[in-house]
């Protein structure tokens, strides 16, 4: 599979598109997102208040943002696996995942206060972050090797 991918050069500039993608969502988060949690995260956050934030543009922002990550990431596991059924399972798991964290992200920050600060800082990189995608490339490529041997 590794052999046909390196051979496959349309694939593979196509795939360094969307991890550029990547780099450049990372790099203009600041300006493209309202996110007050940035900085906040920056500092010593341990012994910090939740900063101010409007939820709805925060949570707005977060889906966004995962969509973006998820479509790119998407993009990369087709680019890879050549699978329609697996990039359709990876969309209902990002779906699924989605709908756990942005609730737990809403709960920590509305219910609960800052003493979750450290499980919202995992939440929320999960939520901003291409993580997954590193997860699943990894596990779909065990599964498909051990389904064709």
């Known amino acids: 599979m590794l052999q046909q991918l390196l051979k496959d050069k349309k694939a593979l500039i196509l795939i360094i598109c969307c991890i550029i993608g990547f780099a450049l969502i990372r790099n203009y988060e600041a300006v493209l997102f309202y996110d007050p949690f940035l900085n906040y995260f920056k500092n010593d956050y341990l012994n910090l208040p939740f900063p101010e934030f409007k939820t709805a543009s925060l949570i707005g922002n977060l889906l966004l943002r ?84």
């Not at 992200?105 to 450290?118: D, K, Q, S």
Request: glycine share 2%; hydrophobic share 60%; net charge positive.
């Open 66 to 149: 995962y969509l973006l990550n998820s479509v790119l990431s998407l993009l990369i596991l087709h680019f890879i696996f050549r699978d329609i059924e697996l990039i359709k399972f990876a969309s209902v798991l990002y779906l699924v995942l989605l709908g756990i964290l942005i609730v737990s992200f809403y709960f920590i920050v509305e219910v609960l206060n800052e003493n979750y600060n450290f499980l919202l800082f995992y939440i929320r990189r999960f939520l901003i972050q291409p993580l997954f995608l590193i997860l699943f490339i990894p596990a779909f490529y065990v599964q498909k090797s051990t389904k064709t041997a």
